[in-house]
């Protein structure tokens, strides 16, 4: 069962685009959720995603830079955008949904340098009062470290050529495409680890026995 693989942690693949870097000021414009689960065989495969388009907050700072690197125009009435509460309910949803069948305690964070976006669903989370956040506050799963000591490479699109998981350039950018990718990546890195014995043996022989 995946609840016995990571210690009671159901990881979750998230990823944002956001109008800047800084969590505290800055617009959350997109947010995307890649749900996983677990064969029989112990390895991981994407199960379910979610994602929502963010109506900036009240006072929200827009960098034109990150408008222009993202495409996203945030006024734009076609994202069908919905304010922050709303996309967090529709966000979170599914998530606990899945931790509960899964038998897991509650999700954790996995992203393509994880730190970024945890701080923008914390700083949505703290902006409304949010009461029912699946994921553990601060504990993350990191792809872009996984695919250093991988590959060798801790660059999204160059860990996935990698790992030969197909990329579009063009498509990036997406909240919901680089889910996605991120979630092929991470499954691929764990499984690959699955394959070569790493967590089976573990369980068999297990280090300081």
Not at 14 to 26: I, K, L, P, R, S
Not at 167 to 182: C, G, I, P, V
């Amino acid at each position: 069962m995946i609840s016995e693989r990571f210690r009671g942690y159901l990881p979750v693949i998230v990823d944002v685009e956001t109008a800047g870097f800084n969590h505290a000021t800055d617009a959350l414009l997109e947010m995307a959720a890649v749900i996983i689960d677990m064969d029989s065989d112990g390895l991981l495969y994407i199960r379910d995603s979610v994602q929502a388009n963010v109506q900036p907050f009240e006072g929200a700072n827009l960098e034109a830079a990150a408008l222009e690197f993202t495409g996203i125009d945030p006024f734009d009435p076609e994202r069908e955008a919905v304010n922050e509460k709303e996309a967090l309910d529709k966000f979170f949803k599914p998530i606990r949904k899945a931790v509960k069948s899964s038998g897991c305690k509650r999700a954790i964070l996995v992203g393509h340098n994880a730190a970024f976006d945890i701080g923008f669903v914390n700083a949505v989370v703290q902006r409304t009062q949010h009461k029912r956040n699946p994921f553990h506050p601060f504990s993350t799963f990191d792809t872009a470290t996984l695919a250093g000591l991988a590959f060798g490479q801790t660059v999204l699109a160059k860990a996935c050529q990698a790992a030969a998981i197909p990329f579009n350039n063009r498509e990036a950018h997406s909240a919901l495409y680089d889910a996605e990718k991120t979630a092929e990546l991470f499954c691929y890195i764990v499984n690959r680890w699955r394959e070569l014995g790493g967590w089976q043996a573990e369980q068999d022989f297990p280090f300081g026995s």
